[in-house]
C-alpha cells in the first residue's frame, strides 16, 4: 500500500515542532491525522483522490485541518465508536461513520484494519496499512524520547499494554505520529517498556523514602532539570502512582502516597 508521510508545523510541545500527517492508498486514499492545511498536503490530497478522512486520536495537534478538509473532498469522516461527542468537539465535524477496534475499511484493492491503542489518549487507536503492514501508531511511540502518558487524559496500565499488543503484532515498521519512521519496531518499544519500568522503579523509591506528596515525588523520581516540562513530568508522575494504586504497589489519594502496606 502506498503510503506518504508530510511533517506539518502546527502547536505542539512533541520534539521538532511538527506532527505527521499520512496519506494511505493511491486512487483511493485515507488522510490520517491532519493537523494543519499546507500547500503540499493541498497538493496531495488533490492528486491522491480522499475519500476518508480520521485521526489516531483528538489531541489538538492532530485534528487541526479535519474539517475543512471533509468539506473540500467530500470524504466520509470516521470518528471511534462512543467518542464521538469528544470527536465533534476536537473538529467541529459530525463523523459520518464511527469505527471499533478490529474495524476494517476497504482502501482500492487492500484494506486498514483499525487496533485499540489507548494509554496516550482515551480514544487512540493505531491502524495496520494492509495484511501485515506497517502500524501508524499514533503517539504510542517514537523513535527518539519517549511519550507523555499524562493524568487525567493518560492511562499508564493501557499505555503499557498498548505497547505490548504492538511489540506482539511485530509490523515491519511502525509510522509514528510525530518523528521519523521506526524501522525497529520491537527494539523501540522494547526502549518504551524499559523507560517506563524505570520511571516507575524511581516513583516507588520516592514513595519508600517518605516522598509523599506529588512535589516530593517529582523532584525524586527525575534526575534532571525540568524546567519548562515540569507539568508534563507532574502529569507522568500522577499516572504512574494511579497505576501504581490499582496494582496495590502504593496508596495514592490524589493528594499524597504512601507505601502499600501502609496507611497513614
Same mark, same amino acid.
Given at each position: 500500500? !502506498?503510503?506518504?508521510?508530510?511533517?506539518?508545523?502546527?502547536?505542539?510541545?512533541?520534539?521538532?515542532?511538527?506532527?505527521?500527517?499520512?496519506?494511505?492508498?493511491?486512487?483511493?486514499?485515507?488522510?490520517?491525522?491532519?493537523?494543519?492545511? #499546507?500547500?503540499?498536503?493541498?497538493?496531495?490530497?488533490?492528486?491522491?483522490?480522499?475519500? +476518508?478522512?480520521?485521526?489516531?486520536?483528538? +489531541?489538538?495537534?492532530?485534528?487541526?485541518?479535519?474539517?475543512?478538509?471533509?468539506? @473540500? #473532498?467530500?470524504?466520509?469522516?470516521?470518528?471511534?465508536?462512543?467518542?464521538?461527542?469528544?470527536?465533534? @468537539?476536537?473538529?467541529?465535524?459530525?463523523?459520518?461513520?464511527?469505527?471499533?477496534?478490529?474495524?476494517?475499511?476497504?482502501?482500492?484493492?487492500?484494506?486498514?484494519?483499525?487496533? *485499540?491503542?489507548?494509554?496516550?489518549?482515551? *480514544? +487512540?487507536?493505531?491502524?495496520?496499512?494492509?495484511?501485515?503492514?506497517?502500524?501508524?501508531?499514533?503517539?504510542?511511540?517514537?523513535?527518539?524520547?519517549?511519550?507523555?502518558?499524562?493524568?487525567?487524559?493518560?492511562?499508564?496500565?493501557?499505555?503499557?499494554?498498548?505497547?505490548?499488543?504492538?511489540?506482539?503484532?511485530?509490523?515491519?515498521?511502525?509510522?509514528?505520529? +510525530?518523528?521519523?519512521?521506526? *524501522?525497529?519496531?520491537?527494539?523501540?518499544?522494547?526502549?518504551?517498556?524499559?523507560?517506563?519500568?524505570?520511571?516507575?522503579?524511581?516513583?516507588?523509591?520516592?514513595?519508600?523514602?517518605?516522598? !509523599?506528596?506529588?512535589?516530593?515525588?517529582?523532584?525524586?523520581?527525575?534526575?534532571?532539570?525540568?524546567?519548562?516540562?515540569?507539568?508534563?513530568?507532574?502529569?507522568?508522575?500522577?499516572?504512574?502512582?494511579?497505576?501504581?494504586?490499582? @496494582?496495590?504497589?502504593?496508596?495514592?489519594?490524589?493528594?499524597?502516597?504512601?507505601?502499600?502496606?501502609?496507611?497513614?
Amino acid at each position: 500500500m !502506498h503510503l506518504t508521510r508530510l511533517a506539518i508545523p502546527v502547536a505542539t510541545r512533541a520534539p521538532g515542532g511538527a506532527t505527521n500527517a499520512y496519506l494511505l492508498g493511491d486512487d483511493s486514499a485515507m488522510l490520517v491525522d491532519p493537523a494543519a492545511r #499546507t500547500d503540499e498536503l493541498d497538493r496531495l490530497v488533490r492528486d491522491r483522490g480522499v475519500e +476518508h478522512v480520521l485521526v489516531t486520536h483528538t +489531541h489538538p495537534d492532530h485534528v487541526g485541518a479535519v474539517e475543512s478538509y471533509a468539506a @473540500e #473532498t467530500d470524504a466520509t469522516v470516521w470518528a471511534r465508536y462512543g467518542r464521538v461527542d469528544r470527536f465533534r @468537539e476536537a473538529t467541529g465535524v459530525a463523523p459520518d461513520r464511527t469505527f471499533s477496534p478490529g474495524t476494517t475499511i476497504p482502501l482500492g484493492d487492500d484494506r486498514v484494519r483499525v487496533l *485499540d491503542a489507548p494509554g496516550h489518549a482515551p *480514544d +487512540h487507536v493505531a491502524l495496520e496499512a494492509g495484511r501485515d503492514g506497517p502500524i501508524l501508531c499514533g503517539d504510542c511511540a517514537v523513535r527518539e524520547g519517549s511519550v507523555v502518558v499524562g493524568a487525567p487524559e493518560g492511562d499508564m496500565r493501557a499505555y503499557v499494554t498498548t505497547l505490548r499488543r504492538l511489540w506482539a503484532a511485530d509490523p515491519p515498521a511502525l509510522h509514528p505520529g +510525530h518523528g521519523p519512521d521506526i *524501522d525497529a519496531p520491537r527494539e523501540t518499544l522494547e526502549r518504551l517498556l524499559t523507560h517506563r519500568k524505570r520511571r516507575e522503579g524511581k516513583i516507588l523509591e520516592a514513595v519508600d523514602s517518605g516522598g !509523599h506528596t506529588l512535589e516530593e515525588i517529582l523532584d525524586t523520581a527525575y534526575e534532571k532539570d525540568l524546567s519548562g516540562v515540569r507539568d508534563l513530568a507532574r502529569a507522568t508522575v500522577v499516572a504512574h502512582l494511579e497505576k501504581l494504586d490499582v @496494582e496495590g504497589r502504593v496508596r495514592w489519594d490524589g493528594e499524597r502516597s504512601v507505601p502499600a502496606a501502609r496507611t497513614d
